[in-house]
């Protein structure tokens, strides 16, 4: 099985986003180029301030639960325990959105 990865955007209005995938790059790319979620669409551009690899979609789908269960304040604090991990994510989204 793939690895599966949990992952929370920063909506351009400061509202928060948590979602799952398979590839952190290519769906925050997605998500950037409007075609992800309904809720991102019209909160363009998002950028990705979390990211965790999980084994398989099962650990990921109740880890994003977990996660929504969560304050805002709490996510936030999430958010920055892995920045080093979320910088490299970052670029690369930023180098596939350029190609």
């Known amino acids: 099985m793939p690895a599966a990865y949990v992952y929370l955007l920063r909506c351009r209005d400061g509202s928060l986003y948590c979602g799952w995938t398979t590839d952190p790059t290519a769906r925050a790319a997605t998500h950037n180029a409007g075609k992800g979620a309904a809720y991102t669409r019209s909160r363009r551009p998002v950028r990705l301030v ?42 690369r ?7």
Request: charged share 40%.
């Open 50 to 91: 979390y990211c965790e690899r999980l084994k398989d979609r099962s650990a990921a789908l109740r880890r994003e639960y977990a996660i929504k269960q969560l304050t805002r304040s709490e996510k936030l604090a999430l958010a920055r325990s892995r920045p080093a991990m979320v910088r490299a994510l970052r670029r």
């Open 93 to 99: 989204v930023k180098a596939a959105a350029s190609d």
